[in-house]
C-alpha cells in the first residue's frame, strides 16, 4: 500500500516496461510536465528539462546543472534516468559512411547510418531537402528486424523482435547527431526512416518520435522521408497529420505478380490499394511522393518492365518521382545485381514515359550499411 502523503507515481511508470518507463528522453512535454508535479517542481523546470534533453543532448541527470542538485538527487532515487539510447559499435565505410549499433532500454541493439553527403535519395522530391545533395542523412530504424518479409532485404531473416520506443528512435538521431557535433540549424542534415522495420506497423511510437524530433529537437519535418512497404491503414492514418515527413512508398515491381513474389504483404494490400491510400495524402507546395524501385537482376529490372512502371504511374496521376535502387548484395540471398547498361537503360525509359527517375548511391555496402543490408553484422572491424 501507498504511505500517506506520497504521490502515486505518474503513468508512464505504469508500464510493464520498468526500465524503460524511467527513462527521461523520449518524454514529450506534457509527460514531462506531469514529472515536474510529482516533485511539486514550477512549471519553468518542464522547459529547462527540456532542453537539457532535446538541445543540450545531455546523458546523465547529474549533469543538468539548470535544475537544482536536491530535485536532481530526488529523481535518481525515484529511478529516473535521462536514458538516450548509446552508440556501441561503429564501421566505417571506405566512402565516408558510419553504420552504428545503438543499444535501447533493454541491451538490444538495432542499426542506424549516418552518410556524411546522402545518397542522392532526396533529389527532385520537390522539398527544400531535395535542392541540397551535399546534406548528410541519417537512416533510422523504427522496430529491431521487421515482419514485412520482403524476400530481397536481409532485415526481413531476422524476422521482428520486437517495436521501438519514441525514445529509441529519436534518441538513435540524437546520439549521432551528438557523436558528429551537428548543430541543429546551422549544419545540413535530412533524416529518413528507411532503417530496420516497417514504421507504420509501429505507427505511434514513430510519429510520437517525428513530434519529439520536430518540436523538441527542432528538426523541420521537410527534413525527413518516412519509407513504408505499403501499410494502407498506416498512410490512411498519416494523411491526417498535420505535423508529418515527406512519403516514400517501397513499390519495387509494375504489377502484383512480381511484387506478391518479393514483398508477400502485397497479397493483403495489392498495389491499386496502396495507390488509393496514397492519393488521400495531402501535399505540400511542389511536394511529390517518392516511389521506390529495388533493380533485382533479370527479375523486375527489364524494359518491358519499366514500360509497366510507367504505364501504372500514369494512371496514377500523382505528383511522384522514382528512386531506382540497385539491390545490395548478402550472404544467402539469391538476387543478382542489374547491370549498369541494365539499370541506365530502365531510368531512361521511365523518363521517356515523362517521369523523374533517380539512381540513389549505394553508400556504405563494403559495411552491411546500404538499402536492404541491415542485419546488426559484426563480423567486421569496428571503426573505432
Excluded at 518540436?215 to 491503414?233: A, F, K, Q, W
Aim: charged content about 25%; overall charge positive; some cysteine.
Amino acid at each position: 500500500m501507498m504511505s500517506p502523503g506520497r504521490k502515486k507515481p505518474i503513468s508512464i511508470l505504469d508500464s510493464p516496461a520498468a526500465d524503460a518507463a524511467h527513462s527521461l528522453f523520449g518524454l514529450n512535454n506534457q509527460q514531462l510536465t506531469e514529472v515536474m508535479a510529482e516533485f511539486s517542481e514550477p512549471a519553468y523546470r518542464v522547459k529547462q528539462l527540456s532542453e537539457a534533453l532535446y538541445r543540450q543532448w545531455e546523458e546523465d541527470l547529474a549533469e543538468i546543472s539548470t535544475l537544482p542538485r536536491t530535485l536532481r538527487e530526488s529523481m535518481v532515487e525515484s529511478g529516473y534516468k535521462v536514458g538516450l539510447p548509446r552508440i556501441v559499435e561503429a564501421f566505417r565505410s571506405i566512402d565516408g559512411t558510419e553504420r552504428y549499433l545503438v543499444a535501447g532500454g533493454d541491451g538490444q541493439t538495432v542499426e542506424t547510418v549516418w552518410m556524411p553527403d546522402g545518397d542522392g535519395g532526396e533529389a527532385g522530391d520537390g522539398s527544400e531537402a531535395g535542392t541540397d545533395l551535399r546534406r548528410a542523412t541519417i537512416c533510422i530504424s523504427s522496430q529491431i528486424g521487421c515482419a514485412v518479409n520482403c524476400q530481397f532485404c536481409l532485415t526481413a531473416k531476422m524476422g521482428i523482435q520486437r517495436n521501438l520506443k519514441a525514445g529509441e528512435i529519436a534518441g538513435q538521431v540524437v546520439a549521432v547527431l551528438k557523436r558528429h557535433k551537428v548543430r541543429i540549424g546551422k549544419d545540413r542534415i535530412n533524416l529518413v526512416f528507411m532503417g530496420m522495420g516497417e514504421p507504420f506497423l509501429n505507427y505511434d511510437e514513430f510519429m510520437a518520435a517525428v513530434r519529439l524530433l520536430v518540436e523538441e529537437v527542432g528538426i523541420p519535418e521537410s527534413r525527413m522521408t518516412v519509407s513504408t512497404s505499403g501499410i494502407v491503414p498506416g498512410i490512411l492514418r498519416f494523411a491526417e497529420e498535420t505535423i508529418r515527413p515527406k512519403l516514400a512508398v517501397s513499390l519495387n515491381a509494375p504489377n502484383d505478380a512480381i511484387r506478391s513474389e518479393i514483398m508477400p504483404i502485397t497479397r493483403k494490400w495489392d498495389i491499386a490499394h496502396v495507390i488509393a491510400a496514397v492519393r488521400r495524402v495531402p501535399l505540400r507546395a511542389k511536394e511529390k511522393i517518392t516511389f521506390e524501385y529495388v533493380l533485382l537482376g533479370g527479375l523486375n529490372d527489364r524494359q518491358q518492365d519499366a514500360d509497366e512502371l510507367g504505364q501504372l504511374l500514369r494512371r496514377a496521376n500523382l505528383p511522384l518521382k522514382v528512386n531506382l535502387i540497385v539491390w545490395n548484395p548478402g550472404p544467402g540471398m539469391s538476387y543478382s545485381m542489374s547491370d549498369p547498361h541494365t539499370v541506365a537503360l530502365f531510368q531512361y525509359r521511365l523518363k521517356f514515359h515523362g517521369f523523374p527517375a533517380f539512381v540513389r548511391r549505394p553508400r556504405g555496402r563494403d559495411i552491411y550499411a546500404a538499402c536492404g543490408q541491415l542485419k546488426r553484422t559484426t563480423e567486421i572491424r569496428p571503426a573505432i
